[in-house]
């Protein structure tokens, strides 16, 4: 396995952006204008987890990766969350079958380059389950599947962040 830092890739929709965000208090909402759909998206997101999303990926404990049909609109979802410009698993407009590929390949990517893997999504990491699952046991990746109406709490946190503590 590589030295480098884990990569997180991190979805989204049902992940940061959820109608239940909030830990222990009403989400911040904010609105974010999307390119590619011509839409103004209402995220519902808690502020601590945004900002340790930030400090994880400042500090160098991780290389947090957007992997998520926002791709293409990262920079408003960095705007909006006051975030650095973050790494892109891809930057094509994507949805549907298309999505799911592109973020199993960028998992595939992290793993063939010997960096662990941190994958939180709420849809891909279930459905492609079968393909990851020897990552997680070897201890290549930690795989993460939030509640698409809850997105990632506490407990999520606390498991990335003794994933980072790992050799």
């Not at 592109?102 to 492609?128: F, M, N, P, Y």
């Amino acid at each position: 396995m590589s030295s480098e830092p884990p990569v997180w890739l991190l979805d989204v929709d049902g992940v940061v952006n959820a109608f239940r965000a909030g830990w222990y208090a009403a989400p911040s909402v904010v609105q974010v204008y999307s390119a590619a759909d011509a839409y103004d998206y209402r995220i519902r997101y808690e502020p601590r987890l945004v900002e340790a999303i930030r400090r994880i990926h400042v500090s160098g404990q991780a290389t947090v990766t957007w992997c998520t049909t926002w791709c293409s609109d990262a920079a408003a979802l960095e705007h909006a969350f006051d975030l650095p410009e973050l790494p892109r698993a891809f930057n094509e407009p994507v949805t549907g079958t298309a999505a799911s590929q592109a973020k199993l390949a960028a998992a595939h990517r992290v793993i063939a380059s010997g960096r662990r893997l941190i994958w939180t999504d709420d849809v891909e990491v279930d459905l492609h389950a079968a393909v990851c699952a020897p990552w997680a046991a070897d201890g290549r990746a930690l795989l993460i599947s939030p509640n698409a109406t809850r997105g990632l709490r506490t407990e999520h946190l606390h498991r990335i962040e003794r994933f980072l503590q790992q050799p």
